[in-house]
């Protein structure tokens, strides 16, 4: 039997360019005379920027740490051992680099088993042990604390997570086991199952301790001068530890039962993760930790030789990587300045617009219209939001007063654009309307002032072919709700200079919108693969399958919501406006559903009607339903969802012909950016291979062995 440095040893082997974390140990006396303590202090030498990872070697760091630790506690020199991290990081779990590199399943248990054995060390030591969750922490960050006799949490904690679930994995180094025996089933299923597929939601410090995670909560600044003088306390017996007692009758199954209803409503059975760690979940009813711990191996190893975890990761590097370092972006040394932002338009997507400029870049932000009623309004609504942000205290009265004074409005373009750097135009979709609006604004802006378009799906070059100076025209792609949905697909005329687009690129970056290039093709990016993939939907509909069967074909996807629940949520006038847009442009592929039509016509907001006797699941609307006119090819669910994706890989493989962006990865970010597909598909490419669909399509891959996928 291999020992846990033999196994730690061996991986590290598999991971040469590992960032290793030191874990030093230093004594201290504690305060009150409590007597001599040891604090291990986790760091790879980097600052915040370069959070702290437990990759092999660095398991094997902390692993000498205790052997140190534990001798001293055997010899009674100590009273006590902590752990903490270097300045605002705890640590932030296994190091995903080296999952990457996995090749075989044995090696995928070994970094489980390794986890588990350093970890539970520190809970088998003979004095109390105490995590000082001083910074952010998830997954193996939390887990280690998690093996501790007792918790403290600062209140300045930006993040706390157990993410694995939302990657692909389980929490495998103790988090399904030990966190339900601590809190509870049903709030460990919240952490564990909803907080991460609700993209991965975060954990402020009051929240961790509120949770029962964390035994006391101290503020940021003193933390762990305020932690020792509490650890000293509980040592000497001063201060009780006293927790809530967990329910392990039926509220234990009642909490795994919500989590697999979580887990279906999110990813309808098509990702393994979440319903790996409930059946853990499931059996730590009756504190068997050792039990948990070998399914937690059994499961991680599973999970890291799938591709659900391959994908995951492939999207996290996306959005963590190349999100920040947008391919085929100019230098941007070449942006200019933005000192004041100017907005066409005063509708709720300009006031979205106004907003985020204003709070993001905090300079003068000018909104025009065509007449006052509007425009007031649209300062009317920024303002609003401003004071919402004060009551909830996310801003104070100074910032909010400042950030009000900075948003006006006018109706006279040249009295509001005559010093603007940007000026974005946010009017209805329609060629003649911007190109007049252009200009317009062309007419009274700064030569150097650059020219944004918010247009979904028209052509930028057309747009600025009318203007004396279309170089300095950009699109400038936001997508609905703006302040949520991270995509903003930057888009490059034919004329666009390089100062322009990286004036763009720079202002992108300042909004903290992760920015794809992509070609004047129509309907960019998103838009143009969201129309084929609806357009199919449609087009089996209208041919003579059963909505219900057409929506229900594509859940194994996992989808956020359903195609018919999208339309209405974007709005089937403007879907249709999309589709006849792309109908123009690909005749061939991209059709115009003449039961769309008619429900836009009818003035129907969506397909489907809400009623609270239904539990406001979707239901069809007779009325909606009373206008369809249907053939009489049926397909099945399998025949819907293979010609649904046909569709898609085919019109990736025509984009990425057609150079709309630089490679597929670039599609995979946009769309987990843009239109929230999940982590575990990898976006879309990466599933498509993974199916088999890539191949039967396009006669090829659209990604590299090993990217997304098990290495060969």
């Not at 990457?100 to 070994?110: G, I, S």
């Not at 909803?194 to 940021?220: M, Y």
């Not at 057409?550 to 989808?559: D, N, R, W, Y």
Request: charged share 25%.
């Amino acid at each position: 039997m291999s020992t846990t440095a033999e196994l730690l040893k061996g991986a590290a082997e598999l991971f040469p360019d590992e960032v290793v974390t030191s874990a030093h140990v230093r004594h201290l006396d504690l305060p009150f005379g409590a007597g001599r303590f040891a604090l291990i202090t986790l760091d790879n030498g980097f600052d915040h920027t370069k959070p702290t990872t437990f990759g092999p070697q660095s398991l094997a760091n902390l692993n000498a740490a205790i052997d140190q630790v534990e001798q001293e506690a055997t010899a009674g020199t100590i009273v006590g051992a902590g752990i903490t991290g270097k300045p605002f990081i705890f640590a932030v779990g296994a190091d995903l680099k080296g999952v990457e590199l996995l090749k075989k399943h044995d090696e995928a248990l070994a970094i489980g088993k390794g986890g588990h054995d350093v970890f539970k060390r520190l809970s088998a030591l003979a004095v109390p042990t105490f995590a000082y969750y001083n910074g952010a922490a998830m997954g193996g960050g939390v887990e280690v604390g998690l093996h501790c006799s007792y918790r403290t949490v600062s209140k300045a904690i930006p993040a706390f997570s157990l993410p694995e679930v939302f990657l692909g994995l389980v929490p495998g180094w103790g988090g399904c086991a030990i966190l339900p025996n601590l809190i509870g089933a049903e709030r460990a299923v919240s952490v564990i199952i909803e907080n991460s597929l609700n993209q991965n939601r975060q954990l402020k410090g009051k929240q961790v301790f509120e949770l029962g995670i964390a035994d006391a909560i101290f503020e940021g600044a003193d933390f762990l001068e305020q932690s020792l003088i509490w650890t000293a306390k509980v040592l000497k017996g001063e201060t009780e530890v006293v927790r809530a007692e967990v329910e392990r009758g039926e509220a234990w199954d009642a909490a795994v039962a919500k989590g697999r209803s979580i887990a279906d409503s999110k990813v309808h059975g098509a990702a393994p993760a979440a319903y790996r760690a409930l059946e853990i979940i499931a059996a730590a009813k009756d504190g068997d930790l050792q039990a948990g711990f070998d399914a937690e191996d059994k499961a991680l190893a599973d999970l890291i030789m799938g591709g659900e975890l391959r994908s995951g990761i492939y999207a996290f590097n996306l959005v963590q990587k190349r999100g920040k370092r947008p391919a085929g972006a100019p230098d941007k040394s070449l942006a200019r300045p933005v000192t004041k932002v100017g907005v066409v338009g005063a509708g709720l997507m300009a006031s979205q617009l106004a907003l985020l400029f204003l709070r993001r870049l905090e300079v003068p932000v000018v909104l025009t219209d065509i007449d006052q009623e509007r425009v007031d309004k649209g300062v009317g609504y920024v303002h609003a939001e401003i004071q919402k942000l004060l009551d909830k205290g996310r801003i104070n009265q100074d910032k909010a007063n400042r950030l009000t004074a900075l948003v006006t409005g006018v109706l006279d373009k040249a009295e509001g654009f005559a010093d603007a750097d940007f000026i974005i135009e946010a009017v209805f979709e329609e060629m003649s309307v911007k190109q007049k609006v252009f200009a317009e604004v062309e007419a009274v802006a700064p030569a150097h002032a650059i020219l944004a378009t918010n247009t979904s799906s028209l052509s930028v070059s057309e747009m600025a072919s009318k203007l004396q100076h279309p170089e300095r025209v950009v699109g400038f792609h936001f997508f609905n709700p703006v302040a949520i949905l991270p995509l903003l697909e930057i888009v490059r005329g034919e004329r666009t200079d390089d100062a322009s687009l990286a004036t763009a690129f720079g202002v992108a970056k300042k909004l903290k919108k992760t920015a794809v290039l992509t070609k004047d093709a129509p309907a960019f990016v998103v838009n143009r693969i969201l129309t084929r993939f609806m357009g199919e939907i449609q087009n089996v509909i209208d041919e003579g399958t059963p909505v219900a069967t057409a929506e229900k074909a594509i859940e194994p996807l996992g989808l956020p919501m359903s195609p018919l629940v999208l339309l209405e949520l974007v709005g089937p006038a403007i879907g249709l406006h999309v589709s006849e847009t792309l109908n123009r442009s690909f005749p061939e592929r991209f059709t115009v559903s003449p039961n769309l039509k008619r429900v836009v016509e009818a003035g129907k907001r969506g397909f489907y009607v809400y009623s609270a006797e239904n539990g406001f699941k979707p239901e069809l609307d007779p009325e909606v339903a009373a206008l369809l006119v249907q053939g009489d090819s049926v397909l099945t669910e399998e025949q819907v969802r293979d010609r649904v994706l046909d569709a898609v890989a085919q019109e990736i493989g025509l984009m990425l012909e057609e150079g709309v962006v630089a490679e597929a990865q670039d599609i995979d970010l946009c769309l987990i950016t843009g239109a929230g597909w999940p982590f575990h598909l990898g976006g879309i490419t990466p599933y498509l291979d993974r199916e088999g669909v890539s191949e039967r399509v396009n006669g090829k891959k659209f990604l590299a062995p090993g990217v997304a996928s098990v290495p060969a």
